[in-house]
């Protein structure tokens, strides 16, 4: 059986290898998981700046898909950059309100948004995107809206 065509380079696509996404999505988790696990949601800011650093200069600087991406398994499944943008924006969003409402002392806020965030990145390592669903009502919302005017 031949080995189907996959673009291991990092240019600019308008798809996205399923490796890839996951290695970013593993690396949220992983800084998830130490950040509980010692107490210290400071070190939430790492996937901050990971995913600051990946939105503004794109996937080719995001630190936890050149490190953890080369472990998984080549996909042939991809997933549109229009999607990744919007769930990195998610991801933003909630690591932002996580460290804001931790530095404020408000440990109740921030572990409801770490935990929605923990949610959204367990659920789309095992195959439900929550962001991909989101936006998918977001445009449908947009769309009859439009039509109704």
């Known amino acids: ?5 996959v673009n291991l380079s990092f240019e600019c696509v308008d798809e996205v ?9 593993l690396g949220i988790l ?14 939430l800011i790492l996937p901050l700046i990971v995913q600051l650093i990946s939105r503004t200069y794109g996937i080719r600087y995001n630190l936890f ?9 080549v996909s042939v499944r991809t997933e549109s950059r229009e999607l990744l943008r919007f769930n990195n924006l ?12 931790y530095g404020l002392d408000l440990t109740l806020l921030s572990y409801i ?5 923990t949610v959204a990145v367990v659920l789309a390592l095992s195959g439900f995107c929550m ?15 439009r039509a109704s005017h």
């Open 131 to 145: 962001g991909c669903f989101m936006y998918f009502h977001w445009k449908q919302y947009r769309l009859r809206r």
């Open 65 to 73: 898909v050149r490190v953890l991406a080369p472990l998984l398994p």
């Open 113 to 117: 948004s770490l935990g929605m965030l």
């Open 1 to 5: 059986m031949e080995r189907p065509n």
């Open 30 to 43: 992983i800084s998830i998981i130490a950040s509980v696990l010692t107490g210290q949601l400071w070190i």
């Open 90 to 101: 998610l991801a933003i969003i909630f690591l932002a309100v996580t460290l804001i409402a």
């Open 17 to 25: 290898p399923l490796h890839r996404i996951r290695g970013n999505q």
